[in-house]
């Protein structure tokens, strides 16, 4: 009777290949909003998301399923897709937010990221810091512009992947019209 086949144990989350699948993501975020300051908000968070160790049979880098890099590992998208950005060695990513009003029409932000890998190469795992600045004007009720600018300050690993690369900057100006 078919349904009586012993099956293969499994002890990951699947398979791919031959290997068992057994990774994982973490991450946490806190955060005090305040009232009548400038200072509207503070956060601090972590994220880490598995990797695979050098010489593991089995596969523990983290997929994301939604390539949604972007919008939590900072605006200059060195890890928008993790396990080939980081060698599928994962990725740590501490950081801290702040939100500031700075009148009734413009807001701005200020994000900070420290990027590790979760599995050291060669002993090393620091990936670099980014800086993100935002800053939002309110002109009229349906137009609001948007300032942007980011900075990232690369680490040992990643001034070798980009031949010795110093920081890297990046900014945008955007329009939004709402109707």
Same mark, same amino acid.
């Given at each position: 009777?078919?349904?009586?086949? $012993?099956?293969? $144990?499994?002890?990951?989350?699947? @398979?791919?290949?031959? =290997? +068992?699948?057994?990774? &994982?993501? !973490?991450?946490?975020?806190?955060?005090?909003?305040?009232?009548?300051?400038? !200072?509207?908000?503070?956060?601090?968070?972590?994220?880490?998301?598995?990797?695979t160790?050098?010489?593991?049979?089995? &596969? %523990?880098? *983290? +997929?994301?399923?939604?390539a949604?890099?972007?919008?939590?590992?900072? *605006?200059?998208? &060195?890890?928008?897709?993790?396990?080939?950005h980081?060698?599928?060695?994962?990725?740590? +990513?501490?950081?801290g937010?702040?939100?500031? #009003?700075?009148?009734?029409?413009?807001t701005?932000?200020?994000?900070?990221?420290?990027?590790?890998?979760?599995?050291?190469?060669?002993? @090393?795992?620091?990936?670099?810091?980014e800086?993100?600045?935002? /800053? #939002?004007?309110?002109?009229?009720? /349906?137009?609001? *512009? @948007?300032?942007?600018? =980011?900075?990232?300050?690369?680490? $040992?690993?990643?001034? /070798? %992947?980009?031949?010795?690369? +110093?920081?890297?900057?990046?900014?945008?100006? /955007?329009?939004?019209?709402?109707?």
């Amino acid at each position: 009777v078919p349904f009586l086949r $012993p099956s293969r $144990p499994r002890r990951g989350a699947g @398979e791919r290949g031959a =290997a +068992d699948i057994g990774a &994982y993501t !973490l991450t946490g975020l806190a955060g005090y909003a305040f009232s009548n300051s400038p !200072l509207t908000q503070v956060a601090a968070g972590y994220e880490y998301l598995s990797g695979t160790p050098t010489g593991e049979t089995d &596969y %523990k880098s *983290f +997929d994301p399923p939604f390539a949604t890099g972007h919008k939590f590992h900072g *605006f200059m998208d &060195y890890f928008t897709n993790i396990p080939l950005h980081t060698g599928n060695l994962g990725l740590t +990513d501490l950081l801290g937010r702040v939100n500031l #009003k700075l009148s009734d029409r413009m807001t701005a932000a200020a994000w900070y990221h420290q990027f590790r890998l979760a599995e050291s190469s060669a002993g @090393e795992d620091m990936l670099g810091h980014e800086i993100d600045l935002t /800053a #939002k004007y309110q002109y009229a009720l /349906a137009l609001s *512009f @948007e300032v942007g600018l =980011a900075s990232f300050l690369p680490g $040992p690993l990643m001034r /070798a %992947k980009f031949g010795g690369a +110093d920081a890297g900057l990046w900014g945008y100006l /955007a329009t939004a019209v709402t109707f």
